[in-house]
Structure formats: C-alpha cells, structure tokens
T-cell receptor, first 113, second 109 residues
C-alpha cells in the first residue's frame, strides 16, 4: 500500500532558480495539502485542494509560490524565483475527505543558497 | 486571525513521569486531530475527536475534546523514551484547517 510520495527528497539550489516539488497522493484520496515546516514558524499549511480544486490558499506566502493539481494523482508546488528564506522542509499530505486523517509524505528538504 | 496554540512549546520529563499538552483554538472546531512527529520524520496521525466532551484512549495516551469544542488535551501516562517527538493538534473550522504550534517532548532515560 503506497503512501504519499514526494520528490525530490532533497534539493539544494541557488537563489533565483526555479524549484518544483512534486507529490503523488494516496490513490482514492480526494484532498491534498501542502505544508512548510521550519524551526522558526513550525508547520504551516500553504494550500489545500479538494477534488483537484484549490480550496484555501491563504497560507501561500507570496506570488513566488504557486501550486497546481492537474489530476487526482499529481500535484506540484513551484517557487520562482527562490530565495534563501524559502529553505524548509515541504510536506505533502492527502486524505480521503478534507476532515479525515491526513497521511504525510516523507517531505522535501529544500535548501536555497 | 484564527490560531491554534499549544502549550507548552517544549517539555522535558524523566522517563516514567506523566506528560500533558494542551491545544486551544480561538474559534469552535468541527473536529480535532492529533499527530506525532518523530525527529527527522513526518507527522503521523494518532486520533480524531469529533464530539463535544469526547474522551478517547490509546494505551497510555488519553485524548480529550473540550465541551465548547475549542480546546483539547493529550495526556501520556508513564512516559517512555519511544514517546519522544513533537505532538501536534489540528482542527477544522469550516473550510479552514489549522495545525497547532506543537509541543516537543523530550524523555530523559
């Protein structure tokens, strides 16, 4: 039973570069969440989708961040241009319904130099 | 804006001692979930509470949802070193979903 799959696991890039994080939710789940975790700010919800439609993107920091869910089995979080303060662990999670338990991926550890 | 706060932020206990973390919301929640994140890992779902005043137990863990559905607690009896990690509550209010600030538990053997 495959869980939530995120790629890459680690990303190190220079500031100004475009970064794309990928997520494959658990099959059959119709809600998908993107989180960012840092020591300073803890675990922050960036955006979540229900049935591929963004429901709440109030946590998206600024226009440099964008998220898409073109189909039920794939989502991306893009940062363009990246900045050092974007360095964090980014988690993707999915659930069967929006209020059901969330299953988290292993995260992407992003470092912007 | 809406926030879900947890206290304490950090807790160090001697192995065998009890531990409690409290979760408080500024608005009424439709449900509360609890997650545990081990160091270097990802949050893992523990339990969900839905009803006002609900209490659930999982072995040494006791979870409670307040009568007003604005607060919750997690109590661990006789902590073990395997309990180390950060415990998060998470609540839903309408279409908004909030993770608490987390309580980091250290258990000293």
């Amino acid at each position: 039973d495959a869980g939530v799959i995120q790629s890459p696991r680690h990303e190190v890039t220079e500031m100004g570069q475009e970064v794309t994080l990928r997520c494959k939710p658990i099959s059959g789940h119709n809600s998908l969440f993107w989180y960012r975790q840092t020591m300073m700010r803890g675990l922050e919800l960036l955006i979540y989708f229900n049935n591929n439609v963004p429901i709440d993107d109030s946590g998206m920091p600024e226009d440099r961040f964008s998220a898409k869910m073109p189909n039920a089995s794939f989502s991306t979080l893009k940062i363009q241009p990246s900045e050092p303060r974007d360095s964090a662990v980014y988690f993707c999670a999915s659930s069967f319904l929006g209020n059901q338990p969330q299953h988290f991926g292993d995260g992407t550890r992003l470092s912007i130099l | 804006g809406q926030q879900v706060m947890q206290i304490p932020q950090y807790q160090h206990v001697q192995e065998g001692e009890d531990f409690t973390t409290y979760c408080n919301s500024s608005t009424t929640l439709s449900n509360i979930q609890w997650y545990k994140q081990r160091p270097g890992g990802h949050p893992v779902f523990l339990i969900q509470l839905v009803k006002s005043g609900e209490v659930k137990k999982q072995k040494r863990l006791t979870f409670q949802f307040g009568e007003a559905k604005k607060n919750s607690s997690l109590h661990i009896t006789a902590t073990q070193t395997t309990d180390v990690g950060t415990y998060f509550c998470a609540g839903r209010s309408g279409n908004q979903f909030y993770f608490g600030t987390g309580t980091s538990l250290t258990v000293i053997p």
